[in-house]
T-cell receptor, first 109, second 110 residues
Framework: KNEVEQSPQNLTAQEGEFITINCSYS?????LHWLQQHPGGGIVSLFM???GKKKHGRLIATINIQEKHSSLHITASHPRDSAVYIC???????????FGSGTQLTVLP | DVKVTQSSRYLVKRTGEKVFLECVQD?????MFWYRQDPGLGLRLIYF???????EKGDIPEGYSVSREKKERFSLILESASTNQTSMYLC?????????FGSGTRLTVV
């Protein structure tokens, strides 16, 4: 069983829809990253969370440490949000990243 | 703005060649990482370095080596490239505030 599980694997939405991507993990963590990867490969860190909730523009990330669960929400989705979204947890004394398998989001105009 | 720069976006190399993938960061970070990304397998750690001349094996170090002679530069070396090393390679560095990733190098070994 993977230490980090994301759902769904693929998500297609219409422009303007509210989107939720989920991440569950099984290990103790010190932080969790949400990453965005556009075609071509470059990865951008959207959020780093250790508790509670963060908001940046139309993106909202939440984490529940007790339930070992995090969600990434996109409000008023737009075709430019189409990308792979990856959850990654920071754990261990070396604070290494363990990645989820990613969610491919496609937002249709 | 902080940056992690990978020297090449796309590389095509022949089987048996020695390949160098370069990564440079301008943030004075001590910790640097090399990952590879494959469909269905996600991102996997190859090697990391926590200081100059220090290196640690990650989850899949076989067939790779690394070099960290200066703090800002972390090189991934494929001593004798093989077709199963065709992949996307990502470099990252880390501070107390989180990770910064490079844009990736897509390596094809033919």
């Amino acid at each position: 069983k993977n230490e980090v599980e994301q759902s769904p694997q693929n998500l297609t939405a219409q422009e303007g829809e509210f989107i939720t991507i989920n991440c569950s993990y099984s290990v103790g963590i010190s932080a969790l990253h949400w990453l965005q990867q556009h075609p071509g490969g470059g990865i951008v860190s959207l959020f780093m969370l250790s508790s509670g909730k963060k908001k940046h523009g139309r993106l909202i990330a939440t984490i529940n440490i007790q339930e070992k669960h995090s969600s990434l929400h996109i409000t008023a989705s737009h075709p430019r949000d189409s990308a792979v979204y990856i959850c990654a947890v920071v754990s261990g004394s070396a604070r290494q990243l363990t990645f989820g398998s990613g969610t491919q989001l496609t937002v249709l105009p | 703005d902080v940056k992690v720069t990978q020297s090449s976006r796309y590389l095509v190399k022949r089987t048996g060649e020695k390949v160098f993938l370069e990564c440079v960061q301008d943030m004075d970070h001590e910790n640097m990482f090399w990952y590879r990304q494959d469909p269905g397998l996600g991102l996997r750690l190859i090697y990391f370095s926590y200081d100059v001349k220090m290196k640690e094996k990650g989850d899949i170090p076989e067939g790779y080596s690394v070099s960290r002679e200066k703090k800002e530069r972390f090189s991934l070396i494929l001593e004798s490239a093989s077709t199963n090393q065709t992949s996307m390679y990502l470099c990252a560095s880390r501070s107390n505030y989180g990770y910064t990733f490079g844009s990736g190098t897509r390596l094809t070994v033919v």
